[in-house]
C-alpha cells in the first residue's frame, strides 16, 4: 500500500505560480511511477503529467506543457509538480498517484491503470 497526500493548492491570481507536493508512505516511493491529474467541475479527471521511476523522464499532457513541471525526490518520498503561467482554466481538484512497477499511466485504463491515488486538492485560479 502506497498513501499518498497532497499539498500546496489555493488560491492564485492568473499569470501566478503554485507548487504542489505529494508525500508519500507505504511501499517504496521509488518503484512507483508518478503522475498528476486534475478534474475541474463537470469535467473528466485529466492526467496532467508522469515521471518515470529515477526522475529521469517525464510526460506532460499538451495543455499544460511548458507550464507546469514535474519532479521527484525519492530521498524525500515526494513528488512536485510546480505550475506557472496559471490560467482560471486550471481551476481543478489535483490528485496525485502512483503506479507501482515502471509503466507509465495508461489513458486507456480504469483510473489510468494507476494503483494508488491521494484524496486531491483544490487550486483556484482567479480571472
Known amino acids: 500500500q502506497v498513501q499518498l497526500v497532497e499539498s500546496g493548492g489555493g488560491l492564485v491570481q492568473a499569470g501566478g505560480s503554485l507548487g504542489l507536493s505529494c508525500a508519500a508512505s507505504g511501499r517504496s516511493f521509488s518503484r512507483n511511477v508518478m503522475g498528476w491529474f486534475r478534474q475541474a467541475p463537470g469535467k473528466e479527471r485529466e492526467y496532467l503529467a508522469a515521471?518515470?521511476?529515477?526522475?529521469?523522464?517525464?510526460y506532460y499532457t499538451d495543455s499544460v506543457k511548458g507550464r507546469f513541471t514535474i519532479s521527484r525526490d525519492n530521498a524525500k518520498n515526494t513528488v512536485y509538480l510546480q505550475m506557472n503561467s496559471l490560467k482560471p482554466e486550471d481551476t481543478a481538484v489535483y490528485y496525485c498517484?502512483?503506479?507501482?512497477?515502471?509503466?507509465?499511466?495508461?489513458?486507456?485504463?480504469?483510473?489510468?491503470?494507476?494503483?494508488?491515488w491521494g484524496k486531491g486538492i483544490l487550486v483556484t485560479v482567479s480571472s
Open positions: 498517484a502512483a503506479k507501482y512497477g515502471g509503466s507509465w499511466p495508461d489513458p486507456s485504463a480504469e483510473d489510468y491503470g494507476m494503483d494508488y
Open positions: 515521471i518515470s521511476l529515477s526522475g529521469s523522464s517525464t
